[in-house]
């Protein structure tokens, strides 16, 4: 009685498996043949600024960019959370950090930003932020950043804005981030749908 519950759990169990093999196969099939960016693969460019880190295990991506004059744009993006409802072909929007510093200057400009799909193909960043740091060790939640940035005068939040296109923060950079970092989850996602496949596929070999 022992021996044949003990093989009645192993039949559930390999038939379990199968069944979750089953799932993550057709998951994976279904990732490889969806290409949401399809219709924007070649609207975006980061043609100004360097890549200075895209790991493959992080969710980030920061670009650099030295201006003639010395001064510096970096830009840390990620994806923010997920849009339910969304029927777009990017359900996330992208979160920036953008700061400007000068050369030999401790200060820097600090903007918060995001990007989203605009349902005509473009993709213009919208300004929530801005901030005026005495130096890059002012970066801590706990700082005063000053007021609010709805509650500046429109015509200065509208020049901001244009200081940020101007140092090559336009639409182009802001598709290349929209699906660069919308592929790159997908990228992820599909790495992790493998190796759990491969782990149980294995173990089933090896129970054999």
């Known amino acids: 009685m022992v021996r044949t519950t003990q093989l009645f759990r192993k039949a559930r169990k390999t038939f379990q498996d ?61 994806l923010g959370p997920l849009r339910f409802g969304y029927d777009g072909a990017f359900p996330r929007e992208i979160l920036m950090k953008i700061c400007v510093s000068k050369p030999g200057v401790s200060s820097l400009l600090q903007f918060d930003c995001g990007v989203s799909e605009d349902g005509h193909g473009g993709s213009p960043f919208k300004l929530y932020n801005a901030y005026y740091l005495r130096s890059s060790d002012c970066l801590g939640p706990s700082v005063y950043r000053g007021p609010s940035f709805s509650s500046l005068d429109p015509r200065l939040q509208d020049a901001l804005k244009e200081y940020l296109i101007s140092r090559g923060v336009e639409e182009s950079l802001t598709n290349f981030l929209l699906i660069h970092l919308h592929k790159k989850e997908q990228g992820q996602y599909l790495n992790w749908l493998k190796n759990v496949e491969y782990s149980i596929a294995k173990r089933e070999s090896n129970e054999l």
């Open 18 to 78: 199968l069944r979750l093999l089953q799932i993550l196969q057709s998951e994976i099939a279904h990732e490889l043949s969806s290409t949401p960016c399809q219709n924007y693969e070649n609207n975006g460019s980061s043609s100004h600024f360097t890549v200075e880190h895209d790991s493959l295990k992080s969710q980030d991506v920061v670009l650099r960019r030295k201006m003639d004059s010395g001064e510096e744009v970096v830009i840390s993006a990620l």
